[in-house]
């Protein structure tokens, strides 16, 4: 069956990095655009970025310049390369995948179990 299996959380101090993974498998990783969302506690699940088949890239406007969507299809490895970490980028980090860009980002078909990313002060 599908899975994504996402790795790399962790506590950090503001200003720290982190690269999180996401294990993908049971589906044909290269042709699957492929998403990062987040979500703190009492808040509404987000888009932090998402990145195309073909390599296309959007990102959510408060972590542009700070995260990087990547991806390796010879490995089916999602990664997000984070930077400059604040505390309000506490959240649990969701690896997600659907068919094309826009589906990721409206209706992503699969979703990983998460790990948490916390930021401290």
């Known amino acids: 069956q599908v899975q994504l299996v996402e790795s790399g959380g962790g506590l950090v101090q503001a200003g720290g990095s982190l690269r999180l993974s996401c294990a993908a498998s049971g589906i044909i990783f290269s042709n699957n655009a492929m998403g990062w969302y987040r979500q703190a506690p009492g808040k509404q699940r987000e888009l932090v970025a998402a990145?195309?088949?073909?390599?296309?890239?959007n990102y959510l406007d408060s972590v542009k310049g700070r995260f990087t969507i990547s991806r390796d299809n010879a490995k089916n490895m999602l990664y997000l390369q984070i930077h400059s970490l604040r505390p309000e980028d506490t959240a649990v980090y969701y690896c997600a995948a659907a068919n094309n860009i826009a589906l990721v980002t409206t209706a992503p078909r699969y979703w990983g179990q998460g790990t948490q990313v916390t930021v401290s002060s």
């Open positions: 990145i195309a088949s073909g390599g296309i890239t």
